[in-house]
């Protein structure tokens, strides 16, 4: 059986990277640098709205037309990068850690990471695209070595794939899109006393129909689910209480164009309500775990970005709330305008872990 053909989740890309986020509502695109003293510059960037059904919880429904798309958004972000790192949800991914021994030469450890994960994988091998990364010594087992698995079904794999070069771009990382926002994230967490160190942290990614939370702890993944609220709600608040076509409501709100009680009679009350969804997804993880309490909440998503939002999540659970802009401490090129860098900078968390694939040693 082939590993994944698109180069490891994990490898070392030094030259020019698009980390590109395919979600349900839109395609972004991220362009990172490097200085000498290790600090980040956005080169481009850019977001190209989806028709509704072009997307479906992470499938491409209408290949062509998101192909389309996707030539679109690299041109509006004048990047001439072919090289693309891009992202499969964690649906459609099995990941599990296993324990093999230490010194094995990779010929060795391949088989026996294959022969492993066959026991995990509900599927055919030969059907399977499987790719693997040692992360480092196992915990009380000095003669072992920890080892991640990935292996996703061929066709999701070549979905993308194929998408990249249906655009004329050239896939050489497929990540899963919670590793990747993992990612992006940690240089938030790093910015907390004694770097988030031991602490319980709840990342939400507010989507536009369902958001995600992970709890993160010292950048390990402890608890992980899908919950069915986001965004398309407040579209579908404005529409009912404005009596217009939902469409109407998304462009009026887009354009903050909405009458002089919007704010008082829709936004407000739909931000408690997505602290009360919040606080209801974390009573899900206190009583499925042994824990009872989170030290930082972080929101991303295009939802976090609503003013006061994070006021909204703190009132509702109580818990220290942060936004999570992808770009903050980053500098910004001359391509990358500063007010839509800091307006839109919460939806580009995956697409900017994805761009930042480009530095792993």
């Known amino acids: 059986m082939d590993l994944i053909s698109l180069g490891s989740l994990w490898k070392r890309e030094p030259a020019p990277l698009l980390g590109i986020d395919i979600s349900s509502t839109s395609l972004k695109l991220v362009e990172l640098h490097r200085h000498g003293d290790g600090g980040l510059t956005v080169q481009h960037c850019a977001i190209e709205p989806l028709d509704r059904g072009w997307v479906n919880e992470g499938h491409v429904e209408k290949f062509d037309e998101v192909a389309e798309a996707l030539r679109r958004l690299v041109k509006k972000s004048g990047s001439k990068t072919k090289n693309v790192a891009m992202a499969l949800p964690g649906s459609a991914v099995i990941t599990k850690k296993i324990n093999l021994p230490a010194g094995l030469s990779e010929d060795v450890l391949e088989m026996q990471v294959e022969s492993e994960a066959a026991q995990y994988i509900p599927f055919p091998l030969a059907e399977v695209s499987l790719d693997f990364c040692v992360m480092g010594p196992a915990a009380n087992m000095p003669d072992y070595v920890e080892v991640l698995l990935a292996a996703s079904r061929k066709e999701k794999v070549s979905d993308r794939q194929g998408l ?198």
């Open 164 to 361: 990249a070069e249906a655009a004329g771009l050239n896939p050489v990382v497929l990540d899963v899109e919670s590793f990747a926002s993992r990612l992006a994230a940690s240089r938030m967490i790093d910015t907390l006393p004694n770097r988030g160190k031991n602490m319980l942290i709840a990342l939400f990614e507010l989507g536009s129909l369902t958001s995600r939370l992970q709890v993160i702890r010292n950048n390990e993944m402890i608890y992980e689910r899908d919950q069915n609220f986001g965004g398309a709600q407040l579209t579908n608040l404005i529409a009912r209480h404005y009596a217009m076509p939902v469409d109407e409501a998304e462009s009026k709100k887009k354009s903050k164009s909405l009458p002089a009680d919007y704010q008082e009679a829709v936004l407000a009350p739909f931000m408690d309500g997505m602290g009360q969804d919040m606080g209801r997804a974390l009573q899900f993880f206190f009583t499925s775990t042994p824990h009872n309490k989170v030290d930082h909440v972080l929101l991303s998503g295009g939802s976090a970005a609503l003013p006061g939002m994070d006021v909204a999540v703190m009132n509702q659970t109580s818990f220290p709330c942060r936004i999570v802009n992808a770009f903050e401490g980053m500098g910004l090129s001359a391509q990358v305008s500063a007010t839509r860098a800091s307006a839109e900078g919460t939806s580009y968390l995956v697409a900017t872990g994805l761009a930042m694939r480009r530095f792993d040693q």
